[in-house]
């Protein structure tokens, strides 16, 4: 008798995607100067493309703790407003603390899955944004569609994303390691992931499906300048829930074997008293 092949359920990934992020909340809103070194450039690059200016009004998708949410906010101005939605009202919290501290009344949150924007008013913004999200969502397409019913006509919609695991060993190592020592199985068909759009074509491929035109995609070198491998370790164990859940069969002992291996094969991306992982993102827009 042939036994079902394992099946990707992804009400089960929402939710321990969730737990994720709730844990991880504080860590990511901790580690935002590093965020702003590493993506800062990249998300001026993608707020360019969806040709954000003063008075846009602009959904942030996947928000997080909304580093780039504040400089959206900023781009904007007075006369603009973005709405940051996220799945975990831990990690929005920090979004909503961010924007009052720095005095942006333009910014307002609302905890919300990314796949079910039907909340909101159709057609009521410039540009939809989701900086490292969309690999995560189990139904992409779902996820694009809800974004372009959000927008004007000529709204855009742009996402940043990893490319190939081999262009971003600073954290395809990691997994490789983990999943390994973890005995882990291969993704199952349909199961998202960090390298999910990176394949050549496949950006394009899911925005054209979604009926997005003048599909645009850049390529962009964003290595991760930390003081050592170590410290980037630090982070990923302390912000990338993924890790953990990836983790989680292993003892406290096979743990600390596992990040021992990873912080000397990451060593290799140490130079001159720095540490430079090697990391490569991709920002794809599409227009309504």
Same mark, same amino acid.
């Given at each position: 008798?042939?036994?079902?092949?394992?099946?990707?359920?992804?009400?089960?990934? !929402?939710?321990?995607? %969730?737990?994720?992020?709730?844990?991880?909340?504080?860590?990511?809103?901790?580690?935002?100067?590093?965020?702003?070194?590493?993506?800062? &450039?990249?998300?001026?690059?993608? /707020?360019?493309?969806?040709?954000? #200016?003063?008075?846009?009004?602009?959904?942030?998708?996947?928000?997080?703790?909304?580093?780039?949410? /504040?400089?959206?906010?900023?781009?904007?101005?007075?006369?603009?407003?973005? %709405?940051?939605?996220?799945?975990?009202?831990?990690?929005?919290?920090?979004?909503? $603390?961010?924007?009052?501290?720095?005095?942006?009344?333009?910014?307002?949150?609302?905890?919300?899955?990314?796949?079910?924007?039907?909340? %909101?008013?159709?057609?009521?913004?410039?540009?939809?944004? &989701?900086?490292? +999200?969309?690999?995560?969502?189990?139904?992409?397409? #779902?996820? /694009?569609? +809800?974004?372009?019913?959000?927008?004007?006509?000529?709204?855009?919609?742009?996402?940043?994303?990893?490319?190939?695991?081999?262009?971003?060993?600073?954290?395809?190592?990691?997994?490789?390691?983990?999943?390994?020592?973890?005995?882990?199985?291969?993704?199952?068909?349909?199961?998202?992931?960090?390298?999910?759009?990176?394949?050549? +074509?496949?950006?394009?491929?899911?925005?054209?499906?979604?009926?997005? !035109?003048?599909?645009?995609?850049?390529?962009?070198?964003?290595?991760?300048?930390?003081? &050592?491998?170590?410290?980037?370790?630090?982070?990923?164990?302390?912000?990338?829930?993924?890790?953990?859940?990836?983790?989680?069969?292993?003892?406290?002992?096979?743990?600390?074997?596992?990040?021992?291996?990873?912080?000397?094969?990451?060593?290799?991306? $140490?130079?001159?008293?720095?540490? $430079? +992982?090697?990391? $490569?993102?991709?920002?794809?827009?599409?227009?309504?």
């Amino acid at each position: 008798m042939n036994q079902q092949a394992p099946q990707f359920n992804a009400v089960n990934y !929402k939710q321990t995607t %969730l737990q994720q992020w709730n844990a991880a909340a504080e860590a990511w809103h901790r580690w935002g100067p590093l965020l702003n070194r590493w993506l800062g &450039s990249a998300t001026e690059t993608m /707020l360019d493309m969806c040709e954000i #200016k003063q008075g846009s009004r602009v959904l942030d998708v996947a928000a997080g703790a909304g580093e780039q949410t /504040l400089a959206v906010a900023k781009r904007v101005g007075h006369q603009g407003e973005v %709405l940051a939605t996220d799945i975990s009202p831990e990690i929005l919290s920090f979004a909503a $603390e961010s924007a009052r501290l720095e005095g942006l009344e333009n910014i307002k949150t609302e905890v919300m899955d990314g796949e079910n924007l039907t909340a %909101l008013n159709a057609n009521n913004f410039d540009a939809v944004i &989701s900086r490292v +999200g969309l690999i995560y969502f189990p139904d992409q397409q #779902k996820a /694009l569609s +809800g974004m372009k019913q959000q927008l004007r006509p000529g709204g855009k919609v742009a996402a940043m994303v990893y490319s190939t695991a081999e262009t971003n060993p600073f954290f395809s190592i990691p997994v490789t390691i983990i999943r390994r020592r973890a005995n882990l199985p291969a993704p199952l068909i349909g199961q998202p992931g960090p390298f999910s759009l990176g394949a050549e +074509g496949k950006l394009v491929s899911v925005f054209s499906q979604a009926g997005f !035109k003048d599909i645009n995609v850049k390529t962009i070198n964003a290595p991760v300048r930390v003081s &050592s491998a170590a410290e980037c370790i630090q982070f990923e164990q302390e912000s990338f829930g993924a890790l953990h859940q990836m983790l989680a069969g292993l003892s406290d002992v096979e743990k600390d074997e596992a990040w021992c291996e990873i912080e000397e094969e990451l060593s290799q991306f $140490e130079h001159n008293g720095q540490f $430079e +992982g090697p990391c $490569e993102m991709l920002v794809a827009v599409g227009t309504k």
